[in-house]
T-cell receptor, first 114, second 114 residues
Framework: AQSVAQPEDQVNVAEGNPLTVKCTYS??????LFWYVQYPNRGLQFLLK??????LVKGSYGFEAEFNKSQTSFHLKKPSALVSDSALYFC????????????FGAGTTVTVRA | EPEVTQTPSHQVTQMGQEVILRCVPI?????FYWYRQILGQKVEFLVS????????KSEIFDDQFSVERPDGSNFTLKIRSTKLEDSAMYFC????????????FGNGTRLTVT
């Protein structure tokens, strides 16, 4: 069975500071990893994905994530956070062939203060 | 940019009543999903649908739930006899392919069972 852990319920940073949201995963095969963001009363918006290739992937709104196979992690990062980045962030994993669903972590609430 | 649309945005129903939640996936997508989220918490997988049949379902998706793609555009989730604990945000999603495609989510239907 596949699973995702987001160890921090909340992350608070000052605007302009680096932002990191942590994610670790567990799958039986090669992982397909995704990050989504959710603003209040909205659906989930896709930010970026890792399928194969470079361990550092770049996505929307200046976000990037680093895949680390040995640590089974896929942390989301942004070099300089904006107040508008305040939202709920979800890490998700798909475990490979014959696995239709994405399994989501519990989410991390990011608050960026001005 | 094409998007997934869901109707209604908010549905209030009495316990024991049937509800149908409607979704129009992105037109060239082949895989369709329903997820639910209770009170802004974890996003839970309900069911995936491909080639006019259920490809995977969770333990939550019991006999009171059903899905249908009645025509070439709509994708519906029916709850036959609603319970108080069915109150949640229900999200429809679609994807172009399975393995490396992100899911694109609608803005959700907030279901309130009284």
């Amino acid at each position: 069975a596949q699973s995702v852990a987001q160890p921090e319920d909340q992350v608070n940073v000052a605007e302009g500071n680096p932002l990191t949201v942590k994610c670790t995963y567990s799958v039986s095969g090669n992982p397909y990893l995704f990050w989504y963001v959710q603003y209040p009363n909205r659906g989930l918006q896709f930010l970026l994905k890792y399928i194969t290739g470079d361990n550092l992937v770049k996505g929307s709104y200046g976000f990037e994530a680093e895949f680390n196979k040995s640590q089974t992690s896929f942390h989301l990062k942004k070099p300089s956070a904006l107040v508008s980045d305040s939202a709920l962030y979800f890490c998700a994993v798909r475990g490979g062939f014959n696995d239709y669903k994405l399994s989501f972590g519990a989410g991390t609430t990011v608050t960026v203060r001005a | 940019e094409p998007e997934v649309t869901q109707t209604p945005s908010h549905q209030v129903t009495q316990m024991g009543q049937e509800v149908i939640l409607r979704c129009v996936p992105i037109s060239n997508h082949l895989y369709f999903y329903w997820y639910r989220q209770i009170l802004g918490q974890k996003v839970e997988f309900l069911v995936s649908f491909y080639n006019n049949e259920i490809s995977e379902k969770s333990e939550i998706f019991d006999d009171q739930f059903s899905v249908e793609r009645p025509d070439g555009s709509n994708f519906t989730l029916k709850i036959r006899s609603t319970k108080l604990e069915d109150s949640a945000m229900y999200f429809c999603a679609s994807s172009e392919r399975i393995y490396n495609s992100p899911l694109h989510f609608g803005n959700g239907t907030r279901l309130t069972v009284t």
